[in-house]
């Protein structure tokens, strides 16, 4: 057992840090904020050449044959960097859509494998591994992540469709929407949705469009496939918000050890030193609980995925929501101005919060497996 | 104890509601957050309909042209305009809980006859120009200069976060006229008009998108000395007057909306389903119980501010209680709208706003020191103990 990042992994996320930072810097994303269009085609070609769409697809189908680990090091810093776009379904679309193998990973793992899919249908590979498809997602009534687990009485709020119907994100840059529910995987073209943009959304980085109706896509593949989406979307959700979480952490000590006050950094007072360190154990926490769920996903017998996925979910959101409120709250009245970019990472939290299944859903699956 | 309103206080309860059921009705729409020139007038017009029908000051006393209720009677007009959703201070309120009971307590009698009464009649708007780029939780190291010259001081500096700084009228200003690291006993309090040649108002953009504070450059704004309110180099002792009285009963109308939102909540958690999650049910009765706490704890300590005319340690208990509650709130609000949270509207503009609270006028942690050190008398940390003396 060795716990720690493989040499291997260290280097993916090294590489990807800097790309991130080439590529995504704050000021050129903060230049994109209530943009209709947050992320460009070049940009997202070259998430693609980093590997970022071709982590988990097999050697055979042009891919890197990389399991949950590694797309799990890799968003985590997608989510430190806030890249923006639609990350999460652009890797699933080519990873369980668009390969043309099995998941090499996932076989004998007790999470829904789904199967190998055809060749040829309307997502193509080659176009999703090299990023010149950009693929959304819509998920459409609930999809439980256990597959024993009974919902201990009463409904829990679906994660997909709100009050305004369904919220698509990105629409503008898509180019194609995947549509999730609990029967099958469809993919269906934007450009035919009739929808509606909103006219602010919470986080100025992510555009949303409200759709009504869906129309009726190409089925490309049954509810174990929609199950195995889901499941990994939740995973992939998890890094994100690991990344936030620790970007957040590190703006927050970068101005307390800056900011004076009392003849003094600020960071002198215990008071910001325990909003620190609480922020530090939150990271921490999530970040093991992530990896400690991929590998659930990648080598059968180390853990229950599910249960893993759910708690590494429950922490990595709650995580990310708590230490981006914290890293406002160490900027002092900073921390409220829109110049510093403290409230993009609360807001980003928000989003990827929402595309999880609540807290109490979580809690739920994690005590089914008990 | 006893929790029963007297006869006197319930009369007063019956006029009001009957006061407010007329007047409501002709309201003008709400204005748009954004337009500030329609939220000064729509602040304003509300005032002046309530100086007009005698409600201007309630708590202020009959001689600076309030009511001269009491503290429970003051309770009761908050209760009752919240319960009719009257508007609420707005951009009223630094005059109306900060300079104007200042003014009363520390003005001289020129003062109170210059500036009290354009406050109560809704014809003048005041801001705060407290805290500076390098003075926010360390309020006694602000450096914006006066200087004396014949019968004006000469200010420059630059204040920040003074909320509302674009629709004022005038400031309520603290200074620096001691010498450099004189801390509390070289600040001085003045009346600055807004529009003072060499003032200059920059606003800020908040993280709900809205410019609710500004930045203030001033340079060599000229201030007659009779603006001055209280002696020279007093202006801490001063402003501290106006601290306890932000600290009295000034967020009523927010604890009572409060209680309206989680009754809202629930209500629409029944109607949508939500109220089948016991994770979201439970949490709505958790911050249910915590409120009517701090509606226990008002009463409390509005009784103790009848009793003693002062308003006791409750009120530092309460803002930092409450300041947590309304974040807590507006979690549960995101959580129970979902996606649908991601549409700016009401529960995303409460949520991101809510984060202030914990900020504004002394941070969180600040309180905590307060509470503990002022009131359960515990060791001052070494390092503020040194630079306050
Ligand atoms: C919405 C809003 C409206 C405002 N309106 C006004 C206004 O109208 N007029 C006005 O004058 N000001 C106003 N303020 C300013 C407000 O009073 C200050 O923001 C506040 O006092 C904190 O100061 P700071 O922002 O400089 O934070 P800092 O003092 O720099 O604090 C940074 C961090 O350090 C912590 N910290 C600082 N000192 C200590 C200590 N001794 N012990 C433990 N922790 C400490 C703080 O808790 C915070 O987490 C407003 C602020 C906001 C957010």
């Not at chain 2, 006893?2 to 006869?7: C, F, G, N, P, V």
């Not at chain 2, 501010?305 to 409450?322: C, E, Q, T, W």
Request: aromatic share 6%; net charge negative.
């Amino acid at each position: 057992m060795d716990f720690e990042l493989s040499e291997d992994e260290g280097a993916l996320a090294r590489a990807l840090r800097s790309i991130c930072a080439n590529r995504f810097p704050l000021e050129s994303l903060r230049s994109r904020e209530l943009q209709p269009d947050t992320v460009d085609r070049e940009s997202w070609r070259e998430l693609a050449e980093a590997g970022v769409f071709s982590l988990r697809t097999s050697e055979d189908g042009g891919g890197l044959g990389l399991g949950a680990a590694a797309v799990s090091v890799v968003f985590e810093e997608l989510g430190r960097a806030l890249v923006p776009g639609p990350l999460v379904a652009s890797e699933l679309a080519a990873s369980i859509i668009g390969m043309t193998g099995g998941t090499e990973g996932n076989a004998g793992s007790p999470l829904p494998a789904g199967g190998p899919l055809p060749a040829g249908g309307p997502l193509p590979a080659g176009g999703l591994l090299a990023g010149q498809v950009r693929a959304g997602v819509a998920l459409v009534g609930q999809i439980h992540l256990g597959d024993s687990w009974e919902r201990a009485g009463g409904s829990f709020p679906g994660s997909g469709r709100g009050r305004d119907g369904i919220l698509v994100e990105h629409l503008a840059s898509l180019d194609a929407l995947v549509v999730v529910s609990e029967r099958c995987l469809q993919v269906v073209d934007p450009r035919v949705v009739d929808a509606e943009p909103v006219d602010r959304s919470l986080d100025p980085l992510t555009p949303l469009w409200r759709v009504a109706r869906l129309p009726e896509g190409e089925e490309v593949g049954g509810p174990e496939h929609s199950r195995r989406w889901r499941s990994e979307e939740v995973l992939l959700g998890a890094a994100l918000c690991v990344g936030v979480a620790a970007a957040t952490l590190d703006m927050a000590v970068a101005y307390a050890m800056q900011r004076r006050q009392f003849g003094r950094p600020v960071g002198s007072f215990q008071a910001v030193k325990h909003i620190c360190a609480d922020m530090l154990v939150r990271v921490e926490e999530s970040r093991c609980a992530l990896h400690a769920a991929a590998l659930a996903i990648d080598q059968p017998g180390v853990g229950d995925p599910v249960r893993s996925v759910a708690g590494a979910a429950l922490l990595a959101t709650r995580a990310a929501l708590a230490c981006s409120k914290a890293c406002i709250q160490v900027h002092g009245g900073m921390g409220f101005t829109w110049e510093i970019p403290a409230h993009l990472y609360l807001a980003r939290s928000r989003v990827l919060a929402s595309a999880m299944p609540g807290a109490g859903e979580l809690e739920e699956v994690v005590a089914s497996r008990l | 104890m006893d929790l029963r309103y007297s006869a006197e206080e319930e009369e007063l309860r019956r006029s009001l509601r009957a006061w407010l059921a007329g007047v409501l009705r002709g309201l003008p729409q709400k204005p748009r957050p954004d337009d500030w020139d329609a939220r000064r007038r729509y602040d304003m017009g509300w005032q002046r309909l309530l100086y007009e029908a005698g409600y201007g000051g309630v708590d202020w006393p009959k001689d600076a042209g309030g009511r001269g209720s009491s503290p429970v009677e003051q309770l009761v007009f908050l209760e009752e305009l919240q319960r009719a959703r009257a508007p609420g201070v707005g951009v009223g309120f630094v005059g109306l809980l900060h300079a104007g009971p200042t003014i009363i307590a520390e003005g001289s009698a020129a003062q109170r006859a210059r500036y009290l009464q354009p406050i109560l009649a809704g014809e003048e708007v005041w801001c705060q120009g407290f805290s500076e780029p390098d003075a926010g939780s360390d309020l006694a190291a602000l450096k914006t200069r006066a200087v004396r010259d014949g019968d004006d001081y000469v200010v420059s500096g630059q204040k920040i976060w003074t909320s509302h700084a674009q629709v004022a009228d005038l400031c309520e200003l603290l200074v620096r006229t001691g010498t450099e690291g004189s801390r509390h006993r070289g600040i001085t309090w003045l009346v600055m008009p807004m529009d003072a040649p060499g003032v200059e108002v920059r606003p800020l953009r908040t993280i709900a998108g809205s410019s609710e504070f500004s930045e203030l450059f001033l340079d060599e704004v000229r201030i007659p000395v009779a603006n001055r309110v209280g002696a020279e180099n007093d202006g801490w002792r001063v402003a501290m007057v106006t601290f306890a009285f932000e600290r009295g009963t000034a967020f009523v109308a927010e604890l009572l909306e409060s209680m309206e939102l989680m009754r809202l909540l629930a209500a629409s958690a029944k109607e949508s389903g939500i109220w089948d999650d016991p994770c979201l049910r439970q949490r709505l009765g958790s911050l249910a119980a915590e409120l009517d706490a701090l509606w226990a704890l008002t009463r409390r300590n509005v009784s103790e501010a009848s009793r003693s005319g002062v308003p006791g340690i409750g009120g530092s208990v309460f803002k930092l209680a409450f300041s947590e509650l309304r974040q807590s709130m507006a979690d549960l609000w995101m959580d129970i709208e979902g996606r649908s949270a991601l549409v700016w509207g009401e529960p995303a503009d409460m949520w991101v706003n809510s984060l202030s609270r914990t900020i504004a006028a002394g941070t969180s942690q600040v309180q905590r020191n307060i509470l503990a050190e002022r009131v359960l008398g515990l060791p001052k940390e070494p390092s503020t103990r040194t630079l306050e003396g």
